[in-house]
């Protein structure tokens, strides 16, 4: 048969023709099954993902408890502490009110960001005043002891109150016992040439745990001095567990008032 022969240019054609059909059916197959895999891949994935997120989120938020102590009462406006607690440690302080107004926005500004650390380290009202904050940071002492008060008595509200409710264990019922005790003594006016001293104190188990002046001299110089030794005075009432203290240089006549009163309070607390 001759190379040009209709016939044979025919049939060559028609077995192309076959070749590319077989080579594209060949072909078909081969990618069909990658993307399913890779699309089912994918999809695994984000199934697994979808079912950890859920899970790390809502488990750390179920232990938090947010407790409001009472509002105090100060010469400048009122404070009041609120508490987050997670498994009976408290792991945020705030106050949500605070004097204003004035210099009060100042001393307010500087005074509780430090407040609310301390609560956090001490895990308890037995804090600092802040210099040159004696009012504010007296009346956060309250509420915060208040809002401590409020967790502790709250169902499965700290370890120290579920203690508590297994009368067996000796030294739990110790110390919610020793809690329940405490008590607040004001003591006397002192009026001295400046102003009024008044002290009050805590007292749990027979020994001063917080002592802070509630009266005090105010107003031009007196504002300085008082800033000034007070706090040192707080500090030196609880150390000596008297009124046996020392009196802060330039400040003497509050000084003096201020043990006057400290002396009249233990005298009615029994000490």
């Known amino acids: 048969m001759r190379k040009s022969h209709p016939l044979r240019r025919a049939v060559l054609a028609g077995a192309a023709t076959v070749s590319g059909i077989v080579l594209l059916l060949s072909l078909k197959p081969a990618s069909d099954p990658a993307s399913a895999q890779a699309a089912g891949g994918v999809a695994a994935q984000q199934t697994a993902a979808a079912q950890e997120a859920?899970?790390?989120?809502?488990?750390?938020?179920?232990?938090?408890?947010?407790?409001?102590?009472?509002?105090?009462?100060?010469?400048?406006?009122?404070?009041?502490?609120?508490?987050?607690?997670?498994?009976?440690?408290?792991?945020?302080?705030?106050?949500?009110?605070?004097?204003?107004?004035?210099?009060?926005?100042?001393?307010t500004a500087m005074s509780v960001p430090k407040l609310n650390q301390e609560a956090v380290a001490a895990q308890s009202a037995q804090i600092?005043?802040?210099?040159?904050?004696?009012?504010?940071?007296?009346?956060?002492?309250?509420?915060?002891?208040?809002?401590?008060?409020?967790?502790?008595a709250a169902p499965g509200g700290g370890s120290s109150?579920?203690?508590?409710?297994?009368?067996?264990?000796?030294?739990?019922?110790?110390?919610?016992?020793?809690?329940?005790?405490?008590?607040?003594?004001?003591?006397?006016?002192?009026?001295?040439?400046?102003?009024?001293?008044?002290?009050?104190?805590?007292?749990?188990?027979?020994?001063?745990t917080k002592a802070e002046a509630v009266q005090a001299p105010k107003g031009g110089l007196s504002d300085q001095k008082t800033a000034m030794s007070v706090p040192k005075l707080n500090q030196e009432a609880v150390s000596a567990q008297s009124a046996n203290?020392?009196?802060?240089s330039g400040a003497t006549y509050t000084s003096t008032g201020y043990k006057q009163s400290l002396q009249s309070a233990l005298d009615k607390a029994g000490g």
């Not at 509002?71 to 404070?79: E, F, L």
């Not at 600092?128 to 208040?146: F, I, R």
């Not at 203290?245 to 802060?248: E, P």
């Open 54 to 107: 859920p899970q790390g989120g809502s488990g750390q938020q179920t232990g938090a408890q947010t407790v409001t102590g009472d509002v105090a009462r100060t010469q400048y406006g009122d404070v009041q502490v609120r508490l987050t607690l997670s498994g009976g440690k408290i792991t945020k302080a705030e106050a949500v009110q605070a004097p204003k107004g004035g210099l009060s926005d100042q001393k």
């Open 128 to 152: 600092d005043a802040v210099s040159g904050a004696t009012y504010t940071s007296g009346g956060y002492k309250q509420s915060l002891q208040s809002a401590i008060d409020k967790a502790k």
């Open 245 to 248: 203290i020392d009196a802060v």
């Open 161 to 208: 109150g579920s203690a508590a409710g297994n009368g067996s264990a000796g030294g739990s019922g110790s110390s919610s016992g020793s809690s329940a005790q405490a008590r607040t003594v004001l003591g006397d006016v002192a009026q001295t040439q400046y102003g009024d001293v008044q002290v009050r104190l805590t007292v749990s188990g027979g020994k001063i």
